[in-house]
């Protein structure tokens, strides 16, 4: 009898896949966590503002916005208002790109795409991350919000999926168990 249950154990260890997954970070340790917060993104434009850069912000969620636009006639009046007011040089809230990035824009206005703007979009969200973002989580504004984040969902858990294959047929087995490791 203990052959057949070490036989059943060997199995179901042989039919589990583990994978650790993790929630989304609420602690706010990522640019785009601080982002997708409302809260998050007033905090970090008035610290870009004091920093003379919150162009870089706005572009980024023009953008964002622009890659949602769906007609042509739309996306192309859209496109050229981008670039008159972030993109051609001397603009007045010109973003930092280099002169290839801006002129393959320049060259895309005619019948833009809805990923017209994404390497700029891309360049200028690697600027924000890697440069402003650092000084940001050292302010108060910055302490303030994750508090107010960690008061709102708690801590972050870490969560492991457990998928189990059944080795018989007829058996109902929970495809997904949720272990929490604390």
């Not at 650790?20 to 990522?30: A, M």
């Not at 982002?35 to 004091?50: I, P, T, W």
């Not at 600027?127 to 969902?153: A, D, G, W």
């Amino acid at each position: 009898m203990y052959g057949f249950l070490k036989k059943s154990q060997t199995a179901v260890k042989d039919t589990m896949k583990i994978q650790e997954t993790y929630e989304p970070n609420p602690l706010g340790d990522s640019l785009e966590t601080v982002l997708s917060q409302k809260s998050g993104r007033s905090a970090f434009r008035d610290f870009l503002k004091l920093e003379f850069c919150e162009e870089n912000l706005e572009f980024w969620l023009t953008c964002k916005e622009y890659r949602s636009l769906d007609s042509l006639e739309e996306r192309t009046q859209r496109a050229g208002s981008i670039y008159e007011e972030f993109i051609r040089e001397g603009a007045p809230k010109q973003v930092n790109l280099d002169s290839y990035t801006r002129e393959t824009i320049r060259r895309s206005l005619e019948e833009p795409e809805s990923s017209c703007f994404a390497v700029a979009e891309r360049k200028i969200f690697f600027l924000m991350e890697n440069c402003s973002f650092p000084r940001f989580t050292e302010t108060e504004p910055y302490k303030l919000f994750i508090n107010s984040l960690s008061k709102q969902r708690g801590l972050k858990k870490k969560r492991m999926a457990v998928r189990i294959k059944s080795p018989v047929g007829d058996f109902k087995v929970n495809p997904l168990l949720l272990v929490s490791k604390d």
